[in-house]
Every structure is written in C-alpha cells, then in structure tokens.
T-cell receptor, first 112, second 108 residues
Framework: GAGVSQSPRYKVTKRGQDVALRCDPI?????LYWYRQALGQGPEFLTY????????KSGLPNDRFSAERPEGSISTLTIQRTEQRDSAMYRC??????????FGPGTRLTVT | RKEVEQDPGPFNVPEGATVAFNCTYS??????FFWYRQDCRKEPKLLMS???SGNEDGRFTAQLNRASQYISLLIRDSKLSDSATYLC?????????FGKGTSLLVTP
C-alpha cells in the first residue's frame, strides 16, 4: 500500500519567506509526527498529533514554527520568516496508536 | 530530551565480517528501544526492536542492558547491502529520540 508522502520533496526559499510543508500519512494512521534531521544527525522530534489534536509541540524550536492537522489526516508544518538555520530535512511519520512509526521521504528545505 | 549517544564511525569492514555497534542512553525511565536503518538519502526504517532478553533476526542480534543503560547491535556475516547508517532509538512517550547514527561500509 501507499506509504507516507510529503510535498514538496525539495524547497528552496529566500530568507524571510514563509513555507508550508505537507504530509499525507498512511491511511488509517491516527498518529502523526514531525521530525527535523540535520546532515549527519538523527531525526529530532518536533511535534505530535493524535487525530486532529496536537498533543505535544515541545520540540518546535520557536514560535515561527507551527503545525496543524485539521481533519485528522493531512498535516501542514509552517515556518514563518525563514532563517538559514532552518535549512534541514523535514520528515513526517505516522503510526497506528503508539505503533511503529513509518517515515516519509522528507522535504529538503534550503533557505538562502 | 534526554541523550542517546553513539559512536558515529565510520566502520569499514570486509564482507563476511562481524561488526558490533553500541549505544548509551541517559533516561533510566525509558521503556522502548529500537535500531533503525537509514540508507543514503532515504528515510529511516525500523530494523528491529530491542529487548532485555536479547533478540535475534537472522544475522542481526540486539541486546539491552538496563542497568548500564546500554544497547548493542551485532551484525554477523556482513553483506555489501548492510552498508547504511544505523540509528539507535529510545522511545520517550510517543516521540522517538534518535542517536546521531553509526555509519557502516561493507567492502568486497
């Protein structure tokens, strides 16, 4: 079956612009997670949704980062006023409740 | 979040060799542990869960020592296709806490 999909796969943006990254989880997965992975590092937790409820946003670096999942399926991670330090791979994962997390291919964000 | 420490390597081994990776974690209350594999430019994928009793999946053996807060992965009879980054993971609640990964290159 279809895995987790993310779009766009690559995003280049200028410093100060807003970006929106989309995640389409595996059908039926109620839990959705966002991670950020810098080069040479493991993924770092950002936020977690259970259905449409954002249960934990403690990993979001600052208030320029926000995420939503309004209908309990597709999720959007938004970064406002992007900075060069925001450049990274942004990965989405989904799971059945507390089950194995399946990762998507990621969105490579480059802020110039 | 608490730390997960791994030797980043790289580990360069010939085909057929046995190689072991180690990992330590700082949160003694952690309950779930995993090894993930990540190929170059790909997403991480679950390799195996890790249990105190030790568990084996073919050529792969994982072990957890709760007292020492230490996790290991042993790969026997290495194949070229084992070349990847191996990520030690400690689950804290619902969030996965990843180490930096250990790079393995298996050579002919």
């Amino acid at each position: 079956g279809a895995g987790v999909s993310q779009s766009p796969r690559y995003k280049v943006t200028k410093r100060g612009q807003d970006v929106a990254l989309r995640c389409d989880p595996i059908s039926g997965h109620v839990s959705l997670y966002w991670y950020r992975q810098a080069l040479g590092q493991g993924p770092e937790f950002l936020t977690y949704f259970n259905y449409e409820a954002q249960q934990d946003k403690s990993g979001l670096p600052n208030d320029r980062f926000s995420a939503e999942r309004p209908e309990g399926s597709i999720s959007t991670l938004t970064i406002q006023r992007t900075e060069q330090r925001d450049s990274a791979m942004y990965r989405c994962a989904s799971s059945v409740a507390m089950g194995e997390q399946y990762f998507g291919p990621g969105t490579r964000l480059t802020v110039t | 979040r608490k730390e997960v420490e791994q030797d980043p390597g790289p580990f360069n081994v010939p085909e057929g060799a046995t190689v072991a990776f180690n990992c330590t974690y700082s949160n003694s209350a952690s309950q779930s542990f995993f090894w993930y594999r990540q190929d170059c430019r790909k997403e991480p994928k679950l390799l195996m869960s890790v249990y105190s009793s030790g568990n084996e999946d073919g050529r792969f053996t994982a072990q957890l020592n709760r007292a020492s807060q230490y996790i290991s992965l042993l790969i026997r009879d290495s194949k070229l296709s084992d070349s990847a980054t191996y990520l030690c993971v400690v689950k804290e609640g619902y969030a996965l806490n990843f180490g930096k990964g250990t790079s393995l290159l298996v050579t002919p």
